[in-house]
């Protein structure tokens, strides 16, 4: 089992920056992939980023130069560093962890860019 708790969420003027923080515990040693997926009403979760256990990242198209993602392991800790917002970034954002086959999923952060 593994327990994701995401925080950082909040209202943020667009062109502004925020950093979303996903905490990880319980079997984290067995975590391959961890990632960021955002949602807006009616419409599918979608992948943000996602960063394996070696380190390579993959982004989506529209958040690419825009967004880091990193990880610290010292922390069992992930992060979304979200710059140069946009309103259509508004979204619940899950973090997403990858064990052995299985997908475990955080509660979700709200992030509203206002225009």
């Known amino acids: 089992q593994v327990q994701l708790v995401e925080s950082g969420g909040g209202l943020v003027q667009a062109g502004g920056s925020r950093r979303l923080s996903c905490a990880a515990s319980?079997?984290?040693?067995?975590?391959?992939?961890m990632g960021w997926f955002r949602q807006v009403p009616g419409k599918q979760r979608e992948l943000v980023a996602h960063?394996?256990?070696?380190?390579?990242?993959n982004y989506a198209d529209s958040v690419k130069g825009r967004f880091t993602i990193s990880r610290d392991n010292a922390k069992n800790t992930v992060y979304l560093q979200m710059n140069s917002l946009k309103p259509e970034d508004t979204a619940v954002y899950y973090c997403?962890?990858?064990?052995?086959?299985?997908?475990?999923w955080g509660q979700g952060t709200q992030v509203t860019v206002s225009s």
């Open positions: 997403n962890a990858a064990v052995a086959g299985l997908e475990y």
């Open positions: 319980g079997n984290i040693l067995r975590i391959n992939v």
């Open positions: 960063i394996i256990s070696g380190g390579n990242t």
